[in-house]
T-cell receptor
Framework: NAGVMQNPRHLVRRRGQEARLRCSPM?????VYWYRQLPEEGLKFMVY????????ESGMPKERFSAEFPKEGPSILRIQQVVRGDSAAYFC?????????????FGSGTQLSVL | GQQLNQSPQSMFIQEGEDVSMNCTSS?????WLWYKQEPGEGPVLLIA?????ELTSNGRLTAQFGITRKDSFLNISASIPSDVGIYFC????????????FGKGTLLTVNP
């Protein structure tokens, strides 16, 4: 089985541009979670989505950040008008149901660098 | 949000040595998880703990869920070079079955 696929692996943007990060969950998984990892920090929860629904976005910054998980296609984390502080590794995880246990798998992440 | 204090921040050991790292919290967690992250990759689950006092092994790794539910430790016995990486503890917040809080990680370096 293919794992959680994230692309691109590396993304470079200039301040003010938009960043779009994609995540395809594991086959059979319908729950997606996005986490952000700043340098030398642990991962921090951002948002939890099911197909066409945002379940919990309590970790998302109030402005410029949005996430979706459409009926067809990957989940997208979108950052508008990026700033240098958005530079981080963004990880997506998926599970077959909304519980965190051995069935939660992380992708390899997207490293976003804002110049 | 809740915070996890993980220590030590880094460890530099010789191959064959045993390693111990721990996490503490001021809040109760219902589940403790230990992950390993290698450079350029996402975290991979090593051990999951669900009950206070639970002691679980996975090969050379052993982890325990503290009785107070506010701490956990991970031991690695007879370390080998491929144990190198960052080890994270993570707790599942009370009332949530999906939102993980991560520690800042322990960077382990093993000298052959």
């Amino acid at each position: 089985n293919a794992g959680v696929m994230q692309n691109p692996r590396h993304l470079v943007r200039r301040r003010g541009q938009e960043a779009r990060l994609r995540c395809s969950p594991m086959k059979g998984h319908s729950h997606v979670y996005w986490y952000r990892q700043l340098p030398e920090e642990g991962l921090k929860f951002m948002v939890y989505l099911q197909k066409e629904n945002i379940i919990d976005e309590s970790g998302m910054p109030k402005e410029r950040f949005s996430a979706e998980f459409p009926k067809e296609g990957p989940s997208i984390l979108r950052i508008q008008q990026v700033v240098r502080g958005d530079s981080a590794a963004y990880f997506c995880a998926s599970s077959p149901q909304g519980t965190t246990n051995e069935k939660l798998f992380f992708g390899s992440g997207t490293q976003l660098s804002v110049l | 949000g809740q915070q996890l204090n993980q220590s030590p921040q880094s460890m530099f050991i010789q191959e064959g040595e045993d390693v111990s790292m721990n996490c503490t919290s001021s809040s109760i967690f219902n589940t403790w998880l230990w992950y390993k992250q290698e450079p350029g990759e996402g975290p991979v689950l090593l051990i999951a703990l669900y009950k206070a006092g639970e002691l679980t092994s996975n090969g050379r790794l052993t982890a325990q869920f503290g009785i107070t539910r506010k701490d956990s430790f991970l031991n690695i016995s007879a370390s080998i070079p491929s144990d190198v990486g960052i080890y994270f503890c993570a707790g599942l917040e009370g009332g949530s079955n999906y939102k993980l809080t991560f520690g800042k990680g322990t960077l382990l370096t093993v000298n052959p």
